[in-house]
């Protein structure tokens, strides 16, 4: 099924909220990623290698969380498409769901901004990795080319195999990757996130707390104008 400009720009935003999750993560909840998991697990075994327990604790804490959201999102998404075979059925659960532990995240993280700790950093972890392996698997059934909200060496990877072979005129080969022009626009998004919240994180933390919240919720409508303008359509193109 062909992408629209609105799942477009709904991918846009889910990774500009991946990026901003990223670094506020990395910058305030201890040297870790709640979203780039190869980077995390980088970071968990650099922190195993040099005996730093407690940062591997909470590196370990997002990559189990993490893969719990994948677990659930997976759980959700077959059953839906069981039953109705249809993927903008399938963001319509995952979506709203992430946004409940996101949100959840967010108003954890803000309630303790100056005092985070203990067993409430590990919570505010956990709900920010859990958010994002859901929304690693509602971003695979947004769309059909490949384009990853959450994962961006693969993206890059795309990018210059795109342009490598626009450049050197080269014949695309079978099962080719989607257009250089949508894994780029993901990357861009992704690097605007990170650096929008490295520029307000320590202006403005309570404000970067909550644009991951934000992002993703406009991502939901986004997918949501989408439907409505397949809906439309439909009894034309029948």
Request: hydrophobic share 55%; proline share 2%.
């Amino acid at each position: 099924m062909k992408r629209t400009i609105h799942e477009d720009l709904g991918l846009g935003l889910l990774s500009i909220g991946a990026g901003c999750t990223d670094v506020l993560a990395f910058l305030k909840l201890g040297d870790l990623f709640t979203s780039a998991m190869t980077g995390n697990t980088a970071l968990l075994a650099i922190a195993i290698g040099s005996g730093h327990l407690l940062a591997a604790s909470r590196s370990l804490c997002a990559l189990v969380g993490f893969a719990l959201g994948v677990v659930v999102a997976t759980v959700i998404s077959d059953s839906r498409r069981a039953q109705e075979q249809d993927r903008r059925g399938v963001l319509r659960r995952l979506l709203p769901l992430e946004l409940v532990f996101l949100g959840g995240c967010a108003a954890l993280w803000s309630a303790n901004a100056h005092s985070l700790q203990g067993v409430v950093l590990y919570a505010v972890i956990a709900l920010s990795a859990l958010s994002m392996g859901i929304q690693a698997v509602a971003a695979r059934h947004s769309n059909s080319s490949g384009i990853s909200t959450i994962v961006f060496t693969t993206n890059l990877i795309n990018i210059l195999i795109s342009a490598t072979r626009a450049l050197a005129r080269l014949p695309a080969a079978a099962g080719a990757p989607a257009r250089a022009g949508a894994h780029l626009q993901a990357f861009v998004a992704y690097a605007g996130g990170a650096a929008l919240a490295a520029l307000l994180v320590y202006r403005w933390v309570q404000a970067a707390i909550w644009i991951p919240v934000a992002v993703v919720l406009c991502a939901f409508g986004f997918f949501e104008l989408a439907e409505r303008a397949a809906s439309q359509a439909a009894p034309r193109g029948s």
